[in-house]
């Protein structure tokens, strides 16, 4: 079982900027995928943003422009770098991998809080 750990969340006012981390407990580069998910309260958790092994990414339009997500194999980690924050990025984040098995795994969350 992999183990993610996620970190950067906080509170941030609109228009501005946070950058989120997911270390794994494991190395990378061998996951099919990795991605950030996000669920606010009273919502459904939807996909913000993936990136495949190749390198390929994919985002939700309601972020695409202002999110970018990355990862760095050398750290085992994922990120995603969020800019012009609004308040509706308000939500609890999510990291999930996807395993060779097909096997997914996820991180435990982490809030991001956009408010004046």
């Known amino acids: 079982q992999v183990q993610l750990v996620e970190s950067g969340g906080g509170l941030v006012q609109p228009g501005g900027s946070l950058r989120l981390s997911c270390a794994a407990s494991t190395i990378i580069f061998k996951f099919l995928a990795m991605g950030w998910y996000r669920q606010a309260p009273g919502k459904q958790r939807e996909l913000v943003a993936d990136i495949t092994s190749a390198g390929s990414t994919n985002y939700a339009d309601s972020v695409k422009g202002r999110f970018t997500i990355s990862r760095d194999n050398a750290k085992n980690t994922l990120y995603l770098q969020m800019n012009k924050m609004k308040p509706e990025d308000t939500a609890v984040y999510y990291c999930?991998?996807?395993?060779?098995?097909?096997?997914?795994?996820w991180g435990q969350g982490t809030q991001v809080t956009v408010s004046s």
């Open positions: 999930k991998v996807i395993g060779v098995n097909g096997m997914s795994s």
